[in-house]
Protein backbone atom coordinates (compact mmCIF):
# COMPACT_ATOMS: atom_id res chain seq x y z
CA UNK A 1 0.00 0.00 0.00
CA UNK A 2 0.90 3.68 -0.35
CA UNK A 3 2.34 4.92 2.43
CA UNK A 4 -0.81 6.96 3.32
CA UNK A 5 -2.91 4.57 1.64
CA UNK A 6 -7.00 5.02 1.10
CA UNK A 7 -9.42 2.85 1.77
CA UNK A 8 -12.77 3.84 0.02
CA UNK A 9 -16.06 2.43 1.25
CA UNK A 10 -18.85 2.07 -0.77
CA UNK A 11 -22.10 2.58 0.55
CA UNK A 12 -23.01 4.85 2.99
CA UNK A 13 -25.35 3.04 5.16
CA UNK A 14 -25.43 0.87 8.35
CA UNK A 15 -22.28 -1.28 7.27
CA UNK A 16 -20.55 1.62 5.55
CA UNK A 17 -20.74 3.71 8.63
CA UNK A 18 -19.84 0.90 10.54
CA UNK A 19 -16.97 0.08 8.51
CA UNK A 20 -15.63 3.83 8.70
CA UNK A 21 -15.68 3.32 12.54
CA UNK A 22 -13.81 0.10 12.62
CA UNK A 23 -11.15 1.42 11.15
CA UNK A 24 -10.47 4.46 12.96
CA UNK A 25 -10.98 2.54 16.53
CA UNK A 26 -8.81 -0.58 14.77
CA UNK A 27 -5.85 2.26 14.53
CA UNK A 28 -6.06 2.92 10.78
CA UNK A 29 -4.66 7.03 10.50
CA UNK A 30 -5.03 7.02 6.48
CA UNK A 31 -7.35 8.40 4.28
CA UNK A 32 -11.39 7.11 4.23
CA UNK A 33 -13.76 7.59 1.88
CA UNK A 34 -17.20 6.57 2.47
CA UNK A 35 -19.53 6.93 -0.95
CA UNK A 36 -23.51 7.31 -0.79
CA UNK A 37 -26.13 8.13 -3.57
CA UNK A 38 -28.95 9.03 -0.90
CA UNK A 39 -28.65 13.15 0.00
CA UNK A 40 -27.88 11.79 4.22
CA UNK A 41 -25.24 11.15 6.35
CA UNK A 42 -26.16 7.29 7.17
CA UNK A 43 -28.81 6.11 9.29
CA UNK A 44 -30.36 2.78 10.26
CA UNK A 45 -33.16 1.48 8.40
CA UNK A 46 -34.99 -0.77 11.39
CA UNK A 47 -36.43 2.21 12.25
CA UNK A 48 -38.74 3.26 9.22
CA UNK A 49 -40.69 0.24 9.54
CA UNK A 50 -41.15 0.56 13.61
CA UNK A 51 -40.83 3.44 16.09
CA UNK A 52 -39.96 6.21 13.56
CA UNK A 53 -42.81 4.86 10.76
CA UNK A 54 -45.37 5.13 13.84
CA UNK A 55 -44.07 8.43 15.07
CA UNK A 56 -42.38 6.74 18.30
CA UNK A 57 -39.07 8.22 17.69
CA UNK A 58 -37.77 11.37 16.26
CA UNK A 59 -35.61 11.57 12.84
CA UNK A 60 -32.64 12.64 14.43
CA UNK A 61 -32.85 9.27 16.21
CA UNK A 62 -32.38 6.97 12.95
CA UNK A 63 -29.05 8.20 11.88
CA UNK A 64 -25.50 6.04 12.74
CA UNK A 65 -23.86 9.38 14.07
CA UNK A 66 -23.64 12.60 15.19
CA UNK A 67 -23.42 14.62 12.46
CA UNK A 68 -19.83 16.23 13.73
CA UNK A 69 -18.73 12.26 13.82
CA UNK A 70 -17.09 11.94 9.99
CA UNK A 71 -15.47 15.34 10.14
CA UNK A 72 -13.97 14.86 14.21
CA UNK A 73 -12.79 11.30 12.51
CA UNK A 74 -11.44 12.66 9.41
CA UNK A 75 -14.05 10.39 7.32
CA UNK A 76 -14.23 12.39 3.98
CA UNK A 77 -18.40 11.62 3.69
CA UNK A 78 -19.70 12.48 0.06
CA UNK A 79 -23.28 11.87 0.54
CA UNK A 80 -25.16 12.15 -3.30
CA UNK A 81 -22.30 10.88 -4.61
CA UNK A 82 -22.79 7.67 -6.51
CA UNK A 83 -20.63 5.02 -8.28
CA UNK A 84 -20.75 4.20 -11.49
CA UNK A 85 -18.24 1.33 -11.60
CA UNK A 86 -14.85 -0.32 -10.51
CA UNK A 87 -11.69 -0.38 -12.61
CA UNK A 88 -9.62 -3.41 -11.10
CA UNK A 89 -6.85 -2.98 -13.02
CA UNK A 90 -5.92 0.73 -11.51
CA UNK A 91 -7.65 0.16 -8.13
CA UNK A 92 -10.09 2.87 -9.25
CA UNK A 93 -13.58 3.72 -8.55
CA UNK A 94 -15.45 5.81 -11.38
CA UNK A 95 -18.03 8.37 -10.44
CA UNK A 96 -21.38 9.16 -11.86
CA UNK A 97 -19.48 12.16 -12.91
CA UNK A 98 -16.96 10.60 -14.84
CA UNK A 99 -14.54 11.53 -12.30
CA UNK A 100 -12.19 8.82 -10.56
CA UNK A 101 -10.86 7.70 -7.00
CA UNK A 102 -8.09 5.89 -6.00
CA UNK A 103 -8.06 2.64 -3.79
CA UNK A 104 -5.40 0.38 -1.91
CA UNK A 105 -8.38 -1.41 -0.10
CA UNK A 106 -12.09 -1.50 -1.18
CA UNK A 107 -15.23 -2.16 1.08
CA UNK A 108 -18.67 -2.98 -0.87
CA UNK A 109 -20.94 -2.29 1.55
CA UNK A 110 -24.21 -1.22 -1.58
CA UNK A 111 -27.13 -2.95 0.42
CA UNK A 112 -30.42 -4.47 -1.57
CA UNK A 113 -33.45 -2.94 -3.45
CA UNK A 114 -36.89 -3.78 -3.61
CA UNK A 115 -38.40 -5.90 -5.78
CA UNK A 116 -41.15 -4.04 -7.50
CA UNK A 117 -44.23 -4.55 -9.11
CA UNK A 118 -44.63 -5.92 -12.65
CA UNK A 119 -48.33 -5.61 -12.98
CA UNK A 120 -50.75 -2.84 -14.82
CA UNK A 121 -50.69 0.18 -12.51
CA UNK A 122 -48.06 -0.69 -10.68
CA UNK A 123 -46.23 3.05 -11.77
CA UNK A 124 -49.60 4.73 -9.84
CA UNK A 125 -49.36 7.63 -7.48
CA UNK A 126 -49.57 5.70 -4.28
CA UNK A 127 -47.86 2.66 -4.58
CA UNK A 128 -45.11 2.66 -1.80
CA UNK A 129 -42.31 0.39 -1.28
CA UNK A 130 -39.91 1.07 2.10
CA UNK A 131 -36.23 1.23 1.75
CA UNK A 132 -35.14 4.90 2.45
CA UNK A 133 -35.87 7.22 4.72
CA UNK A 134 -38.20 9.25 1.79
CA UNK A 135 -40.34 6.04 1.46
CA UNK A 136 -40.81 6.50 5.31
CA UNK A 137 -41.84 9.56 5.38
CA UNK A 138 -44.11 9.55 2.31
CA UNK A 139 -45.66 6.27 3.89
CA UNK A 140 -46.12 8.46 7.42
CA UNK A 141 -48.01 10.86 5.54
CA UNK A 142 -50.14 8.50 3.98
CA UNK A 143 -51.15 6.87 7.36
CA UNK A 144 -52.16 9.91 8.36
CA UNK A 145 -54.48 10.68 5.18
CA UNK A 146 -55.87 8.00 4.58
CA UNK A 147 -58.20 5.56 5.69
CA UNK A 148 -57.69 2.30 3.74
CA UNK A 149 -54.51 0.58 2.37
CA UNK A 150 -53.71 -2.66 0.75
CA UNK A 151 -49.73 -4.47 1.80
CA UNK A 152 -48.62 -6.58 -0.52
CA UNK A 153 -46.24 -8.99 0.45
CA UNK A 154 -46.73 -10.80 4.14
CA UNK A 155 -42.95 -10.87 5.12
CA UNK A 156 -41.56 -8.54 7.95
CA UNK A 157 -41.64 -5.39 6.15
CA UNK A 158 -45.52 -5.83 5.20
CA UNK A 159 -46.53 -6.94 8.79
CA UNK A 160 -44.76 -4.16 10.44
CA UNK A 161 -46.29 -1.86 8.25
CA UNK A 162 -50.05 -2.99 9.01
CA UNK A 163 -49.29 -2.79 12.37
CA UNK A 164 -48.58 0.49 12.17
CA UNK A 165 -51.48 1.32 9.98
CA UNK A 166 -53.92 -0.36 12.05
CA UNK A 167 -52.32 1.63 15.24
CA UNK A 168 -53.34 4.55 13.36
CA UNK A 169 -56.49 3.44 13.01
CA UNK A 170 -56.38 2.56 9.35
CA UNK A 171 -58.92 -0.80 7.68
CA UNK A 172 -55.84 -2.91 6.50
CA UNK A 173 -55.84 -5.57 3.91
CA UNK A 174 -52.97 -8.05 3.27
CA UNK A 175 -52.29 -9.71 0.57
CA UNK A 176 -49.97 -12.84 0.30
CA UNK A 177 -49.29 -15.58 -2.29
CA UNK A 178 -48.14 -18.21 0.34
CA UNK A 179 -51.24 -19.94 2.88
CA UNK A 180 -49.15 -17.62 5.61
CA UNK A 181 -47.53 -14.87 6.56
CA UNK A 182 -43.79 -15.55 6.93
CA UNK A 183 -44.19 -19.33 5.94
CA UNK A 184 -40.82 -19.71 4.00
CA UNK A 185 -39.18 -18.33 7.02
CA UNK A 186 -40.86 -19.86 9.84
CA UNK A 187 -42.74 -23.10 8.77
CA UNK A 188 -46.48 -23.45 9.45
CA UNK A 189 -47.04 -23.51 13.17
CA UNK A 190 -44.92 -20.10 14.14
CA UNK A 191 -46.17 -18.54 11.11
CA UNK A 192 -49.60 -19.45 12.19
CA UNK A 193 -48.57 -16.88 15.22
CA UNK A 194 -48.57 -14.20 13.19
CA UNK A 195 -51.66 -14.99 10.99
CA UNK A 196 -53.33 -14.87 13.86
CA UNK A 197 -51.59 -12.06 15.38
CA UNK A 198 -52.79 -9.48 13.18
CA UNK A 199 -56.47 -11.43 12.59
CA UNK A 200 -56.55 -10.55 16.17
CA UNK A 201 -56.05 -7.05 15.15
CA UNK A 202 -58.71 -7.02 12.39
CA UNK A 203 -56.46 -7.04 9.43
CA UNK A 204 -58.21 -8.53 6.53
CA UNK A 205 -55.82 -11.66 5.44
CA UNK A 206 -56.33 -12.66 2.16
CA UNK A 207 -53.89 -15.61 1.72
CA UNK A 208 -53.46 -17.59 -1.32
CA UNK A 209 -54.05 -14.64 -3.15
CA UNK A 210 -52.37 -13.21 -6.58
CA UNK A 211 -52.79 -10.04 -7.61
CA UNK A 212 -53.79 -8.88 -11.12
CA UNK A 213 -53.36 -5.04 -11.09
CA UNK A 214 -52.90 -2.25 -9.54
CA UNK A 215 -56.31 0.08 -10.03
CA UNK A 216 -56.32 4.07 -10.61
CA UNK A 217 -58.57 6.76 -11.49
CA UNK A 218 -56.59 9.79 -12.84
CA UNK A 219 -53.51 7.59 -11.92
CA UNK A 220 -54.03 7.74 -8.43
CA UNK A 221 -54.40 4.17 -6.65
CA UNK A 222 -58.10 3.54 -6.02
CA UNK A 223 -57.49 -0.12 -5.29
CA UNK A 224 -56.02 -3.65 -5.69
CA UNK A 225 -57.81 -6.00 -8.71
CA UNK A 226 -57.28 -9.99 -7.63
CA UNK A 227 -56.49 -12.53 -10.21
CA UNK A 228 -60.13 -13.62 -8.79
CA UNK A 229 -61.99 -10.45 -10.32
CA UNK A 230 -62.27 -8.83 -6.72
CA UNK A 231 -61.33 -5.51 -6.00
CA UNK A 232 -59.56 -4.56 -2.67
CA UNK A 233 -60.30 -0.30 -2.26
CA UNK A 234 -57.69 1.17 -0.85
CA UNK A 235 -56.52 4.76 -0.74
CA UNK A 236 -52.80 3.80 -0.72
CA UNK A 237 -50.45 0.38 -1.67
CA UNK A 238 -47.70 -0.62 -0.02
CA UNK A 239 -45.80 -3.43 -1.53
CA UNK A 240 -43.18 -5.16 0.43
CA UNK A 241 -42.20 -8.36 -2.10
CA UNK A 242 -38.84 -8.52 -1.35
CA UNK A 243 -35.55 -7.29 -2.00
CA UNK A 244 -32.46 -7.82 -3.98
CA UNK A 245 -28.91 -7.48 -3.22
CA UNK A 246 -26.98 -4.56 -5.30
CA UNK A 247 -24.65 -6.64 -7.16
CA UNK A 248 -23.60 -4.64 -10.45
CA UNK A 249 -20.73 -2.88 -9.46
CA UNK A 250 -19.80 -6.36 -8.34
CA UNK A 251 -20.20 -8.10 -11.23
CA UNK A 252 -19.56 -5.60 -13.96
CA UNK A 253 -16.25 -5.21 -12.15
CA UNK A 254 -15.51 -9.23 -12.93
CA UNK A 255 -15.94 -10.36 -9.16
CA UNK A 256 -17.95 -13.54 -8.27
CA UNK A 257 -21.53 -13.08 -7.65
CA UNK A 258 -24.06 -15.29 -6.43
CA UNK A 259 -27.40 -14.72 -4.78
CA UNK A 260 -25.19 -11.22 -3.64
CA UNK A 261 -21.51 -10.77 -3.84
CA UNK A 262 -19.69 -14.04 -2.25
CA UNK A 263 -17.21 -13.77 -0.09
CA UNK A 264 -15.29 -15.84 2.44
CA UNK A 265 -15.54 -16.15 6.14
CA UNK A 266 -12.84 -12.72 6.49
CA UNK A 267 -15.41 -11.04 4.41
CA UNK A 268 -12.98 -11.02 1.50
CA UNK A 269 -13.92 -11.10 -2.19
CA UNK A 270 -12.55 -12.92 -5.38
CA UNK A 271 -10.04 -9.97 -5.24
CA UNK A 272 -7.88 -9.62 -2.48
CA UNK A 273 -8.42 -6.00 -2.04
CA UNK A 274 -12.10 -5.56 -2.26
CA UNK A 275 -14.20 -6.61 1.11
CA UNK A 276 -18.17 -7.03 1.12
CA UNK A 277 -20.47 -6.70 4.10
CA UNK A 278 -24.16 -6.18 5.30
CA UNK A 279 -27.17 -7.24 3.14
CA UNK A 280 -24.96 -7.46 -0.28
CA UNK A 281 -22.09 -10.14 1.33
CA UNK A 282 -23.30 -13.88 0.65
CA UNK A 283 -20.63 -14.85 2.87
CA UNK A 284 -18.89 -17.97 4.05
CA UNK A 285 -20.18 -19.28 7.64
CA UNK A 286 -17.56 -21.26 9.26
CA UNK A 287 -20.33 -22.75 12.06
CA UNK A 288 -22.98 -23.41 9.41
CA UNK A 289 -20.58 -24.64 7.21
CA UNK A 290 -21.98 -22.98 3.79
CA UNK A 291 -22.33 -19.71 2.47
CA UNK A 292 -25.57 -17.14 3.60
CA UNK A 293 -26.34 -13.87 2.57
CA UNK A 294 -28.53 -12.41 5.88
CA UNK A 295 -30.70 -9.38 4.92
CA UNK A 296 -30.64 -7.89 8.47
CA UNK A 297 -29.82 -5.33 10.98
CA UNK A 298 -27.16 -7.13 12.51
CA UNK A 299 -25.33 -8.12 9.62
CA UNK A 300 -24.78 -4.55 8.38
CA UNK A 301 -24.19 -3.70 12.24
CA UNK A 302 -21.34 -6.49 12.98
CA UNK A 303 -19.62 -7.78 9.81
CA UNK A 304 -17.89 -4.00 9.08
CA UNK A 305 -15.68 -4.75 12.24
CA UNK A 306 -14.12 -8.15 10.43
CA UNK A 307 -14.34 -6.57 7.22
CA UNK A 308 -11.75 -3.73 8.55
CA UNK A 309 -9.70 -6.18 10.26
CA UNK A 310 -8.85 -8.03 6.61
CA UNK A 311 -8.70 -4.55 4.71
CA UNK A 312 -6.24 -3.38 7.67
CA UNK A 313 -4.42 -7.09 6.82
CA UNK A 314 -5.50 -8.67 9.88
CA UNK A 315 -6.66 -12.02 10.38
CA UNK A 316 -10.55 -12.17 11.54
CA UNK A 317 -13.57 -14.14 10.73
CA UNK A 318 -17.43 -13.52 10.79
CA UNK A 319 -18.82 -16.20 12.76
CA UNK A 320 -21.92 -14.64 14.75
CA UNK A 321 -25.40 -16.38 14.51
CA UNK A 322 -27.80 -14.72 12.32
CA UNK A 323 -30.41 -12.25 14.58
CA UNK A 324 -33.58 -10.48 13.86
CA UNK A 325 -35.93 -8.73 15.83
CA UNK A 326 -39.91 -7.15 15.47
CA UNK A 327 -41.85 -5.50 17.30
CA UNK A 328 -45.55 -6.12 15.83
CA UNK A 329 -48.52 -4.31 18.18
CA UNK A 330 -47.95 -6.13 22.07
CA UNK A 331 -45.85 -8.58 20.26
CA UNK A 332 -41.79 -8.37 20.78
CA UNK A 333 -39.79 -11.17 19.31
CA UNK A 334 -36.21 -11.86 18.92
CA UNK A 335 -34.58 -14.52 16.66
CA UNK A 336 -31.26 -16.40 16.75
CA UNK A 337 -29.99 -18.71 14.48
CA UNK A 338 -30.36 -19.79 10.54
CA UNK A 339 -32.68 -22.93 9.20
CA UNK A 340 -33.54 -23.55 5.99
CA UNK A 341 -36.78 -24.46 4.37
CA UNK A 342 -37.13 -28.14 4.96
CA UNK A 343 -33.99 -28.33 7.37
CA UNK A 344 -35.21 -29.44 10.10
CA UNK A 345 -37.41 -32.12 11.79
CA UNK A 346 -39.77 -30.61 14.78
CA UNK A 347 -40.22 -27.31 16.03
CA UNK A 348 -40.66 -27.35 19.66
CA UNK A 349 -42.34 -24.69 21.50
CA UNK A 350 -41.75 -23.71 25.21
CA UNK A 351 -44.24 -21.53 27.46
CA UNK A 352 -47.46 -20.08 26.20
CA UNK A 353 -47.72 -19.79 22.60
CA UNK A 354 -51.72 -18.71 22.58
CA UNK A 355 -50.59 -16.32 25.18
CA UNK A 356 -47.78 -15.06 22.65
CA UNK A 357 -45.21 -15.66 25.29
CA UNK A 358 -42.84 -18.44 24.28
CA UNK A 359 -39.91 -19.80 22.89
CA UNK A 360 -39.68 -21.67 19.66
CA UNK A 361 -36.91 -23.90 18.86
CA UNK A 362 -36.28 -25.46 15.19
CA UNK A 363 -34.64 -28.81 15.71
CA UNK A 364 -32.94 -31.85 13.65
CA UNK A 365 -31.92 -34.67 14.92
CA UNK A 366 -32.43 -33.05 18.50
CA UNK A 367 -29.92 -30.32 18.21
CA UNK A 368 -31.34 -27.05 18.19
CA UNK A 369 -30.58 -24.83 14.76
CA UNK A 370 -32.63 -21.65 15.91
CA UNK A 371 -34.90 -20.02 18.04
CA UNK A 372 -36.98 -17.82 18.24
CA UNK A 373 -38.30 -15.42 21.94
CA UNK A 374 -41.17 -14.19 21.80
CA UNK A 375 -42.37 -11.73 24.80
CA UNK A 376 -39.70 -13.35 26.42
CA UNK A 377 -36.74 -11.64 27.06
CA UNK A 378 -33.05 -11.92 28.13
CA UNK A 379 -32.62 -15.38 26.62
CA UNK A 380 -30.71 -15.01 23.67
CA UNK A 381 -27.54 -15.48 24.99
CA UNK A 382 -28.79 -19.24 26.18
CA UNK A 383 -30.24 -20.02 22.90
CA UNK A 384 -26.88 -19.06 21.61
CA UNK A 385 -25.17 -21.80 23.80
CA UNK A 386 -27.79 -24.44 22.79
CA UNK A 387 -27.27 -23.72 18.91
CA UNK A 388 -23.05 -23.46 19.42
CA UNK A 389 -23.53 -26.39 21.55
CA UNK A 390 -24.61 -28.89 18.65
CA UNK A 391 -25.50 -30.95 21.03
CA UNK A 392 -28.57 -33.58 21.28
CA UNK A 393 -31.26 -31.81 23.48
CA UNK A 394 -33.89 -34.02 25.38
CA UNK A 395 -36.76 -32.19 23.81
CA UNK A 396 -38.90 -32.84 26.88
CA UNK A 397 -36.91 -31.04 28.55
CA UNK A 398 -36.40 -28.09 25.61
CA UNK A 399 -40.76 -27.84 25.73
CA UNK A 400 -40.44 -27.41 29.90
CA UNK A 401 -40.16 -24.27 31.10
CA UNK A 402 -39.52 -25.49 34.27
CA UNK A 403 -36.06 -26.66 33.32
CA UNK A 404 -33.50 -23.82 33.17
CA UNK A 405 -32.39 -23.76 29.42
CA UNK A 406 -28.63 -23.42 30.88
CA UNK A 407 -29.10 -26.81 32.35
CA UNK A 408 -29.88 -28.07 29.03
CA UNK A 409 -26.16 -28.74 27.86
CA UNK A 410 -23.66 -31.73 29.67
Known amino acids: MAPTPTFVIVGAGLAGAKAAEALRDQGFDGRIVLLGDEPHRPYERPPLSKDYLAGKSEREQVFVHPEGWYGENDVDLRSGQAVAAIDRDVH???????SRLGYDRLLLATGSSPRRLSVPGADADGVHYLRRIEDSDQIKD????????????GGWIGLEVAAAAREAGLQVTLIETAELPLLGVLGRQAAQVFADLHLAHDVDLRLQTQIAAIDARQGKVTGVRLADGAVIDADAVIA???ISPNTGLAADAGLKVDNGIVVDAALRTSDPDICAAGDVANAAHPILGRNIRV????????????????????????????????????????YTGHVE????????????????EFIAFWCSGGRVLAGMNVNVWDVTDQIKALIHSNATID????ADPGHPLDRLIG
Open 295 to 334: EHWANALNQPAVAATTMLGGEAVYDLLPYFYTDQYDLGME
Open 341 to 356: PGGYDRVVFRGDVAGR
Open 395 to 398: ERQL
Open 92 to 98: QVVLADG
Open 240 to 242: GIG
Open 142 to 153: TLATSSRIAVIG
